[in-house]
């Protein structure tokens, strides 16, 4: 079995949910299906890495993983208290409204 | 084989965390990701990295839990032709992982400590990761500050 091919299948998976779906959770969740994919590919490279230097990425990885689950969360709060909403359409709607609605205020003025 | 089927699993969970409409199914099949990744990790004799994987896991499924609680709106159901339909298209996924095989490298860092490792060859990426997490740390506090000043 060869788990670099697992872990581009699993990268594969993330980047089309990344692509396609609109919800910020669902985003979320494929980012964190990269990050996994990302993290299987370094602790199976170990034994052609050295143990230390495979430990080493792998503490990497997973901090790196957890600033940016950290990040992605906030944002996603944030944006849900702001605008009510999480779904991505819904969103660049809001502010195309938003744009418009201070064109014709302009105009008006 | 219970590698295996170890992957099958993880590739079908990836699918459903993917694919289920509903936020927090697809929350639980992404624990089942998690799961099953430090399983794997724990029969390839990566323990180390199965317990880390363990706690990070748990951690963010903790959160994730909460925040899709939160956020999920009127749930659409899936059904259960598209459910099957998921589980096939993840085994279907999960096999040129079994069948197929790439050359291994050839063993050339090995011997190497841990300490070594990070602090002479990685080191760079060490002081670069405690810069982010240091601006994320004060980007929390000025936007907590603004957040009560606004408050006052």
Request: net charge negative; with cysteine; aromatic share 8%.
């Amino acid at each position: 079995m060869d788990y670099v091919i697992l872990s581009l299948i699993l990268l594969a998976i993330g980047i089309y949910g990344l692509l396609t779906k609109r919800h910020l959770l669902k985003v979320f969740v494929s980012v964190e299906l990269i990050a996994t994919a990302a993290t299987l590919n370094f602790v199976m490279l170990v034994p052609s890495l050295g143990k230390g230097l495979g430990e080493a990425f792998l503490i990497l990885a997973f901090s790196t993983d957890t600033c940016v689950s950290g990040v992605i969360l906030a944002l996603l709060v944030i944006v849900h208290k702001k605008y009510g909403t999480s779904d991505i359409g819904d969103l660049v709607k809001i502010e195309q409204e938003k744009e418009e609605a201070v064109k014709v205020s302009e105009v008006e003025a | 084989m219970i590698l295996e089927i170890l992957s099958v699993g993880l590739i079908i969970s990836a699918c459903l965390a993917i694919f289920l409409d509903e936020a927090v199914y697809s929350v639980a099949a992404l624990a089942g990701t998690f799961f099953l990744t430090a399983l794997l990790y724990a029969f390839n004799g990566a323990l180390f990295v199965a317990i880390f994987q363990f706690a990070v896991g748990a951690g963010t499924l903790a959160v994730l839990f909460l925040s899709g609680e939160m956020l999920s709106e009127t749930p659409t159901k899936t059904s259960q032709k598209n459910l099957l339909l998921i589980t096939v298209v993840g085994v279907l996924l999960s096999l040129p992982a079994i069948f197929l095989s790439i050359s291994e490298t050839p063993a050339a860092l090995s011997g190497i400590s841990f300490g070594e490792a990070l602090w002479d060859l990685r080191a760079v990426d060490v002081v670069l990761q405690g810069f982010v997490i240091m601006t994320v740390a004060l980007g929390i506090v000025i936007v907590l500050h603004e957040k009560r000043k606004g408050e006052k």
